[in-house]
């Protein structure tokens, strides 16, 4: 899991204290998202560099994007502590000097300004903060070594690139994940006094013809190409459109632009033939523009028509078709006039036709050897694209001989081969429309509940949805959401281009409305961590895996204001646990903390003898034990289960195991249930196991495990002599609580990451129901003592989306009424939108007709 990070004199570091640090950003980030999402771009110039404070000033040159409200940044330079300890400071003073020209992207969030800075290869951030007179302060967070996959030339080049992308020119280079990271060279030896400004390079004009050369052949976009990144957090793929070339009056080339950027030379007469192929590149470029624009704001369609892989295909077809007639008609007004000679293809034209056949041949070899659905975006559209093609190129070189010997004869012989690669483009939209409306009416028509492997006569269950929350803005849903007091309280991981950021929201329960929201005026970080209520007290940690300096935050649940934080050295991933006025919880690296509720103070610190590594929430045993796992890190490789006293901190006893144990622990008559595997919530580790154990809470001892095909994150369900346990390869499974013995597995189709949960009492039969949901967000309701199913949905059939992504465990709303027949759950789901995701809150409503099961 990753996250983003962000003085002057002695007051500026005083002001700036408070704040948690961030740690090095390592997810790959696209330059595009990063264009639309961050608030200024702008171009600043340094105007004074003092090594010995360190600091420096930069000074306004240009603004790309936006107005920035500041004209001079005073920057000091120290750095945190990831600057510290990779010498930061001393790094960038060598890459920088007075009249060095530095890019800044850079968002507004409360009283904070994040600035992400790139010098000639070299990336640092900087976080600015509004003083009460309004005057921002500015200091160094740390370099940013991995950004240079983003992009890594020069500072000209970045920015002819930005100009040509903001202005709808071309589209910026895609992230390339192979580049190393660190930082770019550094300036030659500087002498005592100020140097001289070296000559600016002239940007070039967007009518240059040489443009696509001001790019190292390393940086330049694969035009016309795309692939598949899965997210850091989940395996919901991020679909990665690279650029598309510009030439007058079209404003994307779609799929054949790739011969733009690859063979310039070829398209030395580009307008001879953009006059030939006219109505086909127009048709392609606005097809594509379609893609382009769902994959980007396809979150602002969620939920509508415009918003399906059908409408596109319905556009599709009316361009298409649209374009084969304008071809058509085109061609025999040309032939009428005597005149079809402009239009034939050459053999220029065949050629390019014959390499851009075989380049799509190597592209579908490719994603042949890969797994995926041929039928799924992007891999059908590639298909129509090359069949498209591949008919093109087969007819172009048959109307290539003399009349006695064409291959091509009449009728065809009297259509363009424009015409006919629009024809074919039509015929497999049509086809593309009616495999996506399909796929529509069967998703519609789906069974709300699974009638396969249970009698005919089990009661009937209709899920609907009850309301549904969406915030402004990406993001995930990585944490269970919490319902007291009438209200929901939930934490989410909000992203826009460079910056991460964090935000706790109360809604009303009956109505989903918002009642208040908390982001620490822009401060709080991404979370991970449960929402967990004591007394008034809304208690949450912040930060992700990678993250530093994070804080447990203690919010008035009934207004959203802060009452007080706990910094510790790492993130807090874990949901506190309370007991006897203590609130206890893990902190990474940092071992485990417990504090005063009522004021925030320090009251133990647990680290172990040689440094743990806690993301595990804790569980409070009988006893008053505190017991929570451990699992490894890059600094730590302790795995083990571990108890506490948990008054004093005092270690009572520790049991270690060859796995993580980073699973959600629960307590069962004097034993505690917890799941170890060697994955995370992101991604398997080789090699793939995972397990449930069980151990005494007073000694310590194991008394049974349960080896299991890979990682258990979750939390055990248990139900009398029964637990259900979900587990990351796809399947939960039935235990006997005695020995641990497996009864059954149910598969789910998709990795288990939310905890399985008892529903209570089937109406009207004493059939115990546990709830089971998948990260692709199946819903599967099972008897809790057999796993005989009990009703099935899908999460996006009902939501009305493409694709949803679950992590956090459902919570069971408290019947409507006392017959029980009508229960709500409340999820966080993440709906899949363009590039990111969109977090989404869920209540759901189970009305089950009586009868027995």
């Known amino acids: 899991m990753s996250s983003m990070r962000w003085a002057w004199p002695i007051l500026g570091w005083l002001l700036l204290l408070p704040m948690p640090l961030l740690a090095v950003i390592t997810k790959l980030t696209p330059l595009k998202e990063v264009l639309s999402a961050e608030q200024f771009i702008f171009v600043v110039h340094v105007t004074e560099l003092d090594p010995k404070r360190p600091s420096m000033i930069l000074t306004m040159q240009e603004s790309l994007k936006g107005k920035p409200p500041f004209e001079r940044m005073a920057v000091h330079l120290t750095g945190d502590s990831e600057a510290v300890k990779g010498q930061h400071t001393e790094k960038l003073l060598e890459r920088l000097a007075v009249d060095t020209p530095i890019i800044i992207f850079s968002s507004k969030r409360g009283t904070r300004y994040s600035g992400f800075c790139f010098t000639n290869g070299t990336w640092f951030q900087l976080l600015g903060t509004a003083d009460a007179d309004g005057k921002i302060r500015w200091r ?33 280079p895609e992230p390339d994940a192979k580049a190393m990271p660190g930082f770019g060279p550094a300036l030659p030896s500087q002498p005592d006094s100020p140097p001289k400004p070296e000559p600016k390079p002239a940007d070039p004009k967007p009518t240059d013809p040489s443009l696509c050369n001001q790019i190292p052949e390393s940086e330049s976009p694969a035009m016309g190409s795309g692939r598949w990144i899965p997210t850091q957090r989940s395996g919901m793929p991020t679909m990665l459109v690279s650029g598309f070339a510009v030439v007058p009056t079209v404003v994307l080339l779609g799929p054949l632009a790739i011969l733009a950027a690859v063979f310039p030379t070829v398209f030395g007469g580009l307008a001879l033939l953009f006059r030939r192929w006219l109505v086909l590149l127009s048709a392609v470029s606005f097809i594509s523009t379609a893609y382009a624009a769902q994959l980007f704001w396809g979150h602002r369609l969620v939920g509508s028509w415009w918003g399906t892989p059908a409408a596109l295909a319905s556009l599709g077809i009316l361009v ?21 000679g402009e239009l ?10 014959t390499v851009t056949t075989v380049g799509f041949g190597i592209l579908i070899g490719i994603l042949a050897v890969t797994t995926g659905d041929w039928l799924r975006f992007p891999r059908i559209e590639i298909a129509i694209t090359a069949g498209m093609v591949l008919a093109m190129t087969i007819y172009a070189w048959g109307q290539s001989r003399d009349d006695e010997t064409r291959l091509i004869q009449p009728p065809m012989a009297g259509m363009s081969v424009e015409t006919l690669g629009l024809i074919v483009l039509t015929v497999g939209m049509v086809g593309l429309f009616g495999l996506e409306l399909g796929r529509r009416e069967a998703l519609a028509s789906e069974p709300e509940r699974s009638n396969e492997s249970r009698p005919l006569d089990y009661p009937e269950t209709i899920q609907r949805i009850v309301w549904e929350y969406q915030p402004d803005g990406s993001g995930t849903v990585d944490s269970t959401p919490l319902i007291a007091n009438n209200r929901v309280y939930a934490a989410l991981a909000m992203r826009s281009g460079f910056s991460e950021s964090g935000q706790v929201i109360a809604l009303d329960q009956d109505t989903g409305k918002l009642v208040w929201q908390f982001d620490d005026d822009g401060g709080l970080r991404p979370i991970f961590s449960s929402p967990t209520l004591a007394g008034d007290l809304l208690l949450v940690g912040e930060g992700f895996h ?19 934080e706990f910094v510790t050295q790492s993130h807090v991933e874990s949901s506190p646990a309370i007991i006897h006025g203590l609130a206890v919880f893990g902190a990474g690296n940092d071992g485990v903390y417990a504090v005063d509720l009522a004021t925030g103070a320090k009251r133990w610190h647990y680290t172990g003898d040689a440094g743990i590594h806690v993301d595990s929430n804790p569980v409070i045993s009988e006893s008053g034990l505190v017991i929570f796992g451990t699992g490894q890190s890059q600094a730590y490789q302790v795995n083990a289960v571990v108890a506490l006293d948990a008054m004093t901190g005092q270690q009572r006893w520790i049991h270690r195991v060859e796995w993580s144990a980073y699973g959600w622990p629960t307590m069962s008559e004097g034993r505690v249930l917890i799941g170890i595997g060697n994955g ?35 939390k055990p369900a248990i139900v009398g002599n029964r637990i259900v346990v979900g587990c990351r390869d796809g399947n939960a499974t039935l235990l006997d609580a005695t020995m641990g013995t497996k009864l059954a597995t149910i598969p789910l189709g998709a990795p ?38 009990l009703w099935r949905a899908e999460l996006s059939r009902l939501c009305k989306v493409p694709a949803v992504q679950v992590r956090g465990t459902p919570r069971l709303v408290e019947p409507m009424s006392n017959n029980t027949t009508d229960r709500r759950w409340l999820l966080g789901v993440d709906v899949a939108a363009g590039f990111s995701t969109i977090p989404r809150l869920v209540m759901l409503s189970e009305s089950i007709q009586q009868g027995t099961p």
């Not at 370099?143 to 970045?158: I, N, S, V």
């Not at 078709?321 to 040309?334: K, L, V, Y």
Request: glycine fraction near 10%; charge should be positive.
């Open 140 to 172: 160094l967070l740390h370099a940013e070594p991995y950004l240079r996959r983003t992009f890594a030339g020069e500072t000209a080049t970045l920015k002819s690139i930005l100009q040509d992308a903001l202005a709808g020119k071309r589209e910026p």
């Open 320 to 340: 298409a078709g649209s374009g084969a007639i304008w071809a058509a008609m085109r061609w025999w007004c040309m032939r009428l006039q005597g005149s079809p």
């Open 344 to 353: 034939q293809t050459t053999t220029g034209d065949r050629l390019l036709l």
């Open 752 to 789: 288990v990451l939310a905890s399985p949960v008892f529903g209570g009492m089937w109406p009207g039969s004493p059939v115990p129901m546990v709830l089971l949901v998948s990260e692709t967000g199946r819903m599967l309701a099972v008897n809790g003592e057999t796993a005989a199913p």
């Open 680 to 714: 995370n919530y992101g991604e398997d580790r080789k090699p793939i196991r995972g397990g449930l154990l069980a151990i005494d809470a007073v000694s310590g001892s194991e008394l049974w495990r349960c080896e299991l095909p890979n990682s258990v994150l979750g």
């Open 546 to 564: 990678q993250d530093q300096s994070c804080r447990l935050i203690a919010i008035d649940a009934n207004t959203g204001k802060k009452r007080w």
